[in-house]
């Protein structure tokens, strides 16, 4: 079993920037690809992008790349979600999620455990 915690959203303006972070705990955090996701009012939940057990690899949905960096920290059990050059169409509720397969796989059905969720909004 992994719990995940995320924190660090809120109200932001269009151009601005903010790091959320997931803290697991429960099993070994380096034995699990991480996955950030999204969910705006009215929508499917959607791929945000993941990075591998060791942080060697990441992958990113085409409407944040370039914009968005994902990293990890082993030792602290955490993973982050750097958001820089946000625009209103970011608003959503953001997810965290550990991939058991260590895949990164952009399909929700990989990850096993979910944290609960932190909002972010951005006003143009």
């Known amino acids: 079993q992994v719990q995940l915690v995320e924190s660090g959203g809120g109200l932001m303006q269009a151009g601005g920037s903010l790091r959320l972070s997931c803290v697991a705990s429960?099993?070994?955090?380096?034995?699990?690809?991480m996955g950030w996701f999204r969910q705006a009012p009215g929508k499917e939940r959607e791929f945000v992008g993941s990075?591998?057990?060791?942080?060697?690899?990441?992958d990113y949905s085409d409407s944040v790349e370039g914009r968005f960096t994902i990293s990890r920290d082993n030792a602290r059990d955490t993973v982050y979600l750097q958001m820089n050059s946000l625009k209103p169409e970011d608003t959503a509720v953001y997810y965290c999620?550990?991939?058991?397969?260590?895949?990164?796989?952009?399909?929700?059905?990989?990850?096993?455990?979910w944290g609960q969720g932190t909002q972010v909004t951005v006003s143009s």
């Open positions: 999620a550990a991939d058991p397969s260590g895949l990164g796989s952009r399909s929700r059905g990989w990850y096993y455990y």
């Open positions: 429960g099993r070994t955090f380096s034995s699990y690809a």
């Open positions: 990075i591998s057990r060791s942080g060697g690899r990441t």
